[in-house]
Nanobody, 120 residues
């Protein structure tokens, strides 16, 4: 059974930074972060494919960085220059399917979500 435990959300002022962490138990190949704002659909923020390719939503390119520590089986999302429109619940996602693609595919496993609020 794969379990995902997220941490690092909170309240930050515009222009500030936060780092989200997601520790995964079990063997997985792909890891990513999604977010869902009130009244909106869940969207991919950033993902790492089994081959190590990274994908980012256009709205976060240049501001967010996804990384993975294989030794700790943990994925991170470093968020800089945060904007009010980044406010959402952020969900960690992981998959056990190995695939060959440069594009991230959502896996079957989800974290419980962590709230990120960007406000002055």
């Amino acid at each position: 059974q794969v379990q995902l435990v997220e941490s690092g959300g909170g309240l930050v002022q515009p222009g500030g930074s936060l780092r989200l962490s997601c520790a995964v138990s079990g063997s997985i190949f792909s890891m990513g972060w999604y977010r869902q704002a009130p009244g909106k659909e869940r969207e991919l923020v950033a993902g790492i494919t089994p081959s190590g390719d990274t994908n980012y939503a256009d709205s976060v390119k240049g501001r967010f960085t996804i990384s993975r520590d294989n030794a700790k089986n943990t994925v991170y999302l470093q968020m800089n220059s945060l904007k009010p429109e980044d406010t959402a619940v952020y969900y960690c996602n992981a998959g056990r399917l190995y695939y060959r693609s440069t594009y991230y595919r959502p896996g079957n496993y989800w974290g419980q979500g962590t709230q990120v609020t960007v406000s002055s």
